[in-house]
């Protein structure tokens, strides 16, 4: 048992408390988790990658989450532009049914989610293993960001050996990029990462305001960008970030055009 580092507690009732576990920081997190105290716990997650553990640990049995919305706070989490991407960050929840929100929420698309401590501990080798690539961009706040932006996710996945992503790549950078010009005033900052497997296309602005998919029409074929990437995405979301939001989407193989 590695000894006690740190303990803060944030507004509204929520705690973390951090331990290190040899090379492996794990945070304990209690209380309950809503909008209003969602940035202490991104920022805390964020903090303990800075610091180059091997791997992050987060347990959330203890945390209650009234509104599955908010578990979109550890997504934020992993998109800060400053944490450390090459840190696996896994969490820890005893609880089925939160697991299974941690699932569908899209967050278990970027931390894994284990029952127990132990299990989450003996899948960071693996985890640690993964070749993670990963390019950012600030493109500018103008229509020329549109052909840029296709083009850098054209040569990035090229260069990464996945190809055959590049073609929903392309139409889902090219939705992002189009909401951020069109709904903000914003200068869309773009990450591309890949594990090998799949790639995450994300774009952040400093826009608050959510990306949400509008509801689908009465008759006829909804075509909107949101529910273009939908249909074509593992899943896809809008996080709240320190700066802004992050939209971002999880494509594998089995999504083509």
């Not at 969602?38 to 959330?60: C, M, N």
């Not at 284990?114 to 693996?126: F, G």
């Not at 932006?149 to 996945?157: A, F, I, K, N, Q």
């Amino acid at each position: 048992m590695g000894a006690v580092s740190a303990e803060a507690e944030s507004p509204n009732s929520l705690t973390v408390a951090a331990r290190a576990e040899k090379s492996v920081a794990v945070l304990t997190i209690e209380g309950v988790l809503d909008s209003g105290n969602s940035a202490p716990l991104r920022d805390s997650i964020t903090k303990a990658t800075l610091d180059k553990p091997s791997a992050v640990v987060v347990d959330i049995t203890a945390l209650q989450v009234p509104e599955e919305s908010a578990l979109s706070a550890f997504i934020g989490a992993r998109w800060q532009l400053e944490a450390q991407p090459e840190v696996p960050v896994v969490l820890v929840c005893a609880h089925r049914a939160t697991r299974e929100a941690v699932t569908r929420s899209g967050v278990a698309s970027f931390m894994p989610v284990y029952s127990t401590e132990k299990a989450a501990m003996k899948a960071l080798d693996r985890l640690t293993r993964l070749p993670l690539r990963r390019a950012d961009a600030e493109l500018p706040a103008n229509l020329t960001s549109l052909r840029e932006s296709r083009r850098l996710v054209r040569e990035w996945l090229t260069a990464w050996s996945q190809s055959k992503l590049i073609p929903v790549a392309l139409v889902v950078v090219n939705v992002f990029i189009e909401n951020v010009l069109e709904h903000t005033g914003s200068v869309p900052l773009m990450r591309i990462e890949t594990d090998g497997a799949t790639a995450t296309i994300a774009v952040s602005d400093d826009s608050t305001t959510p990306a949400l998919r509008l509801p689908s029409p009465d008759q006829g074929i909804d075509v909107s960008g949101l529910a273009i990437v939908d249909a074509l995405s593992r899943a896809w979301g809008s996080t709240p970030t320190s700066t802004g939001k992050t939209v971002w989407a999880v494509i594998g193989p089995e999504n083509q055009l």
